[in-house]
């Protein structure tokens, strides 16, 4: 289809009807509003509600986790991929009369997710004390006893692993003329040394100052009661959490009932967060409320006749013109709707754009299958693409995805039996190694890349020619239709006749020609040159200018299009690189001998061949598109035309309820 055209919009209703007008133009999904700027009339400001609206979806959103979890309710890759219940829309609007009530259980839920947060960080911090007690375990006093009636008591630690005659040591050297110290180890590891020491009163004050001096450390935080019965305490409130955490989860599993109520009014929220954005685009007057926005021509009509037949409104279309704020509406089948994320990705097309979706998917298609160029890769991509389409049967950019792989495959497939490679040489090394055969003809219906690298880099050139000459093509369309028609020669067709005899030149440096096409060639090559430098700079004012920007332009040209030639030359690199590694993983899994230790070689080669293969195909195709491709022709910059309407997470409406 490609682009679609757009019509501009002008609405206005009564007041009273705008909150049915915006839920009406909501629900049918076809517009996008635009700002109405009119000094006179009055915006909506809507932030509170819009916060309020996202505070509400998070809230949905995190009980639909909680009970998705604690239910554990579990969804294939298959079924996350499709992950989406048709509903009827009066459904809906039922749940939206009771979205307080569902709300109500979704805060309940989560304050009982709280719970289980809050008690499982109180296990941990038991679990650490039970740690900080552990050492002292065998202590037979509270840790924060200081005294008896006739001794003094220190309980502490050292930093470091000492014996009982160590710490005594110490202290004799500090204290040479005081006795009846006594010194207990309760435990001692590479760490630490826990101990106890006993004095006298009367020597308290000046065993404590020797203590220091050795590196003597009190527990920070001492248990009032003996260590072991802090760890058991400590064990008894862990377990007092472990149940109220089971008490938790047995209640949030009661909720399990409500989960689809909760994605839905989850997405209830996400939309009537959209709505109140929109919203803000609108105006007011006194009675009256004012849109503005842009809807499909094949849609238009009929929207304007559904709201004047609902409402009381009145609605008035023309044509906009096509500056950067309209925005642009592309739709393709699958084969060019596989690359519309690729064409987007480098930016979306500007209304003086044509669509170039069509023309780059086939090149996209082609250049990526050359790169990768095994039929076994490809057929394996064309079984996932449609498994995806037609089994699974995934939806929106999902089926576009599939179509993208399902084609790659395709041309992938196609490049693999022209050079031969199924799962790199798999059936030679099956017929030599394991049947004992010899390898057989060669299953390439051209050529073997391997065998023949020179003509591989020679197609490469030409096919790369051929995709900047269908970028100019558009080029000259485009200028052509925009009524500069001077320029769609003059900046075309020199550049087709230079870069053509430059072509032919350069072959001769590899492989001779004849005489005859060397000849065509430098006729082809000066008659280009020549009026590059003639027409390049016709928009100089002066007879030098236009000569200068003529040179300048040629000099461009020979640099730019040598240097975007040469790009090409990835796709005789990546091609070796794929059918190289996966022959080199089928001779190593020959050379086990056994035919088990083969099959778990080629898995395992070929799976990661495909992955990284895959990958920089992906991205040396994409680069080819954006850099070379593109800057022919393409401007970008748009913006895509983005409807107003329920993007649903997890639902969608069926067809025949969603415009009633």
């Not at 055209?5 to 002008?10: C, D, N, V, Y």
């Not at 377990?239 to 839905?264: F, K, P, W």
């Not at 929207?303 to 592309?330: G, H």
């Not at 928009?539 to 000569?547: D, R, V």
Request: glycine share 6%; charged share 20%.
């Amino acid at each position: 289809m490609a682009k679609i055209k757009l019509m501009h919009f002008a609405l206005i209703a009564m007041l009273e009807d705008s909150k049915r007008l915006i839920d009406y133009l909501q629900r049918v999904g076809v517009t996008e509003l635009a700002d109405v700027s009119d000094d006179a009339l009055t915006k909506y400001r809507t932030g509170p509600l819009v916060s309020i609206f996202e505070k509400k979806e998070k809230t949905a959103r995190q009980a639909v986790e909680a009970v998705e979890h604690r239910c554990k309710i579990k969804r294939t890759l298959i079924q996350s991929l499709t992950d989406y219940t048709e509903i009827d829309y009066h459904q809906y609007r039922q749940l939206c009369e009771q979205a307080d009530t569902v709300m109500v259980d979704c805060e309940a839920v989560n304050a009982l997710t709280e719970e289980i947060r809050a008690q499982k960080a109180e296990i941990v911090r038991q679990r650490t004390m039970i740690d900080y007690y552990r050492p002292w375990e065998s202590l037979d006093i509270p840790m924060n006893a200081r005294r008896t009636p006739t001794t003094a008591i220190f309980i502490g630690l050292f930093k470091s692993q000492l014996q009982r005659e160590d710490v005594e040591t110490r202290l004799a050297q500090e204290l040479p003329e005081t006795d009846g110290i006594s010194v207990e180890i309760i435990s001692s590891s590479k760490l630490q040394t826990c101990c106890m020491v006993l004095c006298h009163h009367s020597d308290a004050e000046a065993v404590e100052t020797a203590l220091k001096a050795c590196g003597f450390i009190r527990p920070d935080k001492p248990a009032k009661t003996l260590p072991s019965a802090a760890i058991a305490q400590c064990k008894a409130a862990i377990e007092a959490a472990q149940q109220e955490i089971d008490a938790c989860n047995e209640a949030i599993a009661q909720y399990g009932e409500q989960y689809d109520r909760m994605r839905l009014l989850a997405d209830y929220y996400a939309a009537q967060k959209e709505k109140y954005l929109s919203m803000e685009k609108a105006a007011t007057g006194r009675r009256t409320l004012y849109l503005e926005g842009y809807v499909p021509e094949r849609d238009a009509e009929q929207l304007k006749f559904d709201i004047e037949k609902r409402f009381t409104a009145q609605m008035e279309l023309d044509a906009p013109e096509l500056t950067d704020d309209v925005p642009v509406l592309i739709e393709n089948r699958d084969f060019a709707g596989g690359v519309e994320s690729i064409t987007n990705m480098y930016a979306p097309p500007s209304n003086r754009d044509l669509d170039p979706n069509p023309v780059m998917a086939f090149f996209y298609y082609l250049l990526f299958g050359m790169m990768l160029s095994d039929a076994g890769y490809g057929i394996l991509m064309v079984l996932v693409g449609l498994v995806a389409k037609y089994k699974i049967k995934v939806q929106g950019n999902l089926r576009k995805t599939a179509s993208f792989a399902l084609y790659c495959g395709v041309a992938t497939t196609f490049w693999g039996v022209l050079f031969g490679g199924f799962f790199g040489n798999l059936i030679p090394t099956i017929r030599t190694e394991f049947l004992g055969l010899d390898e057989g003809p060669s299953l390439a219906l051209w050529f073997e890349p391997a065998m023949d690298s020179i003509k591989l880099m020679l197609f490469s050139f030409l096919l790369g020619i051929i995709h900047l000459f269908t970028g100019l093509a558009i080029r000259l369309v485009t200028l052509w239709k925009q009524g500069d028609r001077i320029g769609a020669v003059c900046d075309t067709i020199p550049i087709y006749l230079f870069v053509s005899g430059f072509a032919v030149v350069g072959k001769d440096f590899i492989e001779p020609v004849s005489p005859q096409v060397k000849s065509i060639g430098l006729y082809l090559l000066l008659a280009g040159a020549v009026l590059i430098v003639l027409t390049a700079g016709r928009s100089a004012k002066n007879i030098f200018g236009k000569l200068g920007g003529g040179v300048y332009a040629l000099y461009n040209n020979i640099t730019g299009y040598l240097g975007d030639i040469l790009s090409y030359s990835r796709l005789l690199a990546l091609n070796l690189v794929t059918g190289v590694i996966a022959l080199v993983v089928n001779k190593l899994g020959a050379m086990m001998g056994n035919i088990v230790a083969f099959i778990v070689i080629f898995l395992l080669g070929h799976t990661m061949n495909i992955v990284i293969n895959l990958i920089g195909t992906y991205v040396h195709t994409c680069r080819l598109q954006f850099v070379e491709y593109f800057s022919k022709f393409y401007e970008g910059g748009g913006k895509v035309f983005t409807p107003f309407k329920f993007n649903l997470k997890h639902f969608k409406f069926k067809e025949d309820t969603i415009n009633e």
